[in-house]
T-cell receptor, first 112, second 113 residues
Framework: QKEVEQNSGPLSVPEGAIASLNCTYS??????FFWYRQYSGKSPELIMF????GDKEDGRFTAQLNKASQYVSLLIRDSQPSDSATYLC????????????FGGGTRLMVKP | NAGVTQTPKFRILKIGQSMTLQCTQD?????MYWYRQDPGMGLKLIYY???????DKGEVPNGYNVSRSTTEDFPLRLELAAPSQTSVYFC????????????FGSGTRLTVV
């Protein structure tokens, strides 16, 4: 089992819809969870982080964390073609210092 | 505030050649990392450093070496380049404060022919 798993996609949604991206992790002691967006040919950029169970909202983005079920998700409301990118989930595991473990990423395509 | 700066942005190497990928950060971050990303794949950790003078292997260290003589600089050395090292290389840094992720450099696209 991979430490951080994501469906590679592509996930295709129409413009204006809600895109739901999911991530599961294996280390139950993981502390913090991050979502990065990576446009083709560019470096990853941090969108959000979450460390408490529940929802965290920032503009059109909502991160959801369920530690009991060991999953974290990212919802993108009112999806735009400019949201088309690969979304990387990253987990800061317990006793791993400052290290992040990355999932393989989910490619999102938002169609006009 | 430049963040994380990587040079060069592109490079073509011949098999057996060597080169150094440069990485500099100006955020006074203790932690620095080198990742490679193959097409359509996730990030694989090559080496990391928790401070000046301290480095350690990541998931895929073979064929690479690093040094960390200062807080700012974390160069990655490729010895005897092989086609399997064709990839995009990202340097990243982070502070030791909780809930701060990595800041990535813009990447180096390396082709070994």
């Amino acid at each position: 089992q991979k430490e951080v798993e994501q469906n590679s996609g592509p996930l295709s949604v129409p413009e204006g819809a809600i895109a739901s991206l999911n991530c599961t992790y294996s280390d139950r002691g993981s502390q913090s969870f991050f979502w990065y967006r990576q446009y083709s040919g560019k470096s990853p950029e941090l969108i959000m982080f979450i460390y408490s169970n529940g929802d965290k909202e920032d503009g059109r983005f909502t991160a959801q964390l369920n530690k009991a079920s060991q999953y974290v998700s990212l919802l993108i409301r009112d999806s735009q073609p400019s949201d088309s990118a690969t979304y990387l989930c990253a987990v800061k595991r317990n006793n791993a210092g400052n290290m992040l473990t990355f999932g393989g990423g989910t490619r999102l395509m938002v169609k006009p | 505030n430049a963040g994380v700066t990587q040079t060069p942005k592109f490079r073509i190497l011949k098999i057996g050649q060597s080169m150094t990928l440069q990485c500099t950060q100006d955020m006074n971050h203790n932690y620095m990392y080198w990742y490679r990303q193959d097409p359509g794949m996730g990030l694989k950790l090559i080496y990391y450093s928790v401070g000046a003078g301290i480095t350690d292997k990541g998931e895929v260290p073979n064929g690479y070496n690093v040094s960390r003589s200062t807080t700012e600089d974390f160069p990655l050395r490729l010895e005897l380049a092989a086609p399997s090292q064709t990839s995009v290389y990202f340097c990243a840094s982070s502070s030791n404060r909780d809930n701060y992720g990595y800041t990535f450099g813009s990447g180096t696209r390396l082709t070994v022919v």
